[in-house]
């Protein structure tokens, strides 16, 4: 039993070392503005997103009449995710007011085609035309999904 108990503890310490933050990796993309305005709404609505202690990534993408906030949520914070989407959708639309169609999602696919979206943008592989169109088949992806 000692042996066996040794053994575990030398495996352990032959392991990589980390920072312990490998389940919570985080992209951090900047906010992406497609409506050709220069007016940083994206960057205050990324902002207040952030400012939600349970939700530790965004991706937010602003196009010409809609409005995509995707995030990540902690992981023990997974059983209030019905609760933590309502109060951001409340706090987003009273910075956008009624004008702008808000869609709110911690779908990790739809985090990831945000993000690739804004990747795509700044590799100059599409017009903000086709961003703006994009954008719009990533929100009726997650209006499908559910």
Aim: net charge negative.
């Amino acid at each position: 039993m000692k042996k066996m108990a040794l053994a575990i503890l030398l495996l352990a310490g032959c392991a990589p070392e980390h920072d312990g933050t490998a389940l919570i990796e985080t992209a951090n993309p900047d906010a992406v503005q497609l409506d050709g305005h220069q007016d940083g709404l994206a960057e205050k609505i990324k902002k207040e997103a952030d400012s939600t202690e349970s939700i530790y990534d965004t991706a937010v993408v602003k196009g010409k009449k809609e409005l995509l906030v995707a995030y990540k949520v902690r992981h023990l914070d997974r059983f209030k995710m019905k609760d933590i989407e309502k109060d951001l959708t409340k706090r987003i639309e009273k910075i956008t007011g009624k004008d702008v169609d808000v869609v709110v999602s911690s779908d990790y696919k739809i985090f990831l085609e945000a993000v690739r979206l804004k990747e795509d943008m700044e590799a100059d592989l599409m017009s903000e035309k086709e961003a703006d169109k994009r954008l719009s088949e990533i929100i009726k992806l997650k209006k499908e999904m559910t």
